[in-house]
């Protein structure tokens, strides 16, 4: 996965949900809804931001912690995405 998708992933979560405080951003494989990043609310701006971001629906039934529980796990599903989007 491109390191930017990441970083723009992880910029996205700082500023929209630690209000640009970088000191408590999660590493890339914490959960982002065990350590009271998100919540459900936020999963919505998440998916609007993803959205909006790569150009791709994002469907209810992706709407699951697999997919979107930690910054690694929604970088590596929006390659997924971008890969099925491409084929």
Same mark, same amino acid.
């Not at 459900?40 to 629906?57: H, P």
């Given at each position: 996965?491109?390191?930017? $998708? !990441?970083? &723009?992933? #992880?910029? *996205?979560? @700082?500023?929209? *949900?630690?209000? %640009?405080? +970088?000191? %408590? =951003?999660?590493?890339?494989? =914490?959960?982002? /809804?065990?350590? %009271?990043? /998100?919540?459900?609310?936020? @999963?919505? +701006?998440? @998916?609007?931001? !993803? ?7 994002? =469907?209810?039934?992706?709407? @699951?912690? +697999?997919?979107?529980?930690? /910054?690694? #796990? /929604?970088?590596?599903? $929006? =390659?997924?995405?971008? &890969? #099925?989007?491409?084929?």
């Amino acid at each position: 996965m491109p390191d930017n $998708v !990441l970083a &723009d992933i #992880r910029a *996205f979560i @700082v500023d929209a *949900f630690l209000f %640009g405080d +970088e000191t %408590g =951003a999660p590493d890339a494989d =914490a959960s982002l /809804i065990e350590n %009271g990043v /998100i919540d459900s609310t936020g @999963v919505l +701006e998440l @998916v609007a931001f !993803l959205e909006q971001s790569y150009g791709f629906q994002v =469907a209810d039934a992706d709407i @699951v912690p +697999e997919n979107l529980d930690s /910054i690694a #796990r /929604i970088a590596a599903f $929006v =390659a997924g995405k971008r &890969d #099925r989007t491409a084929a």
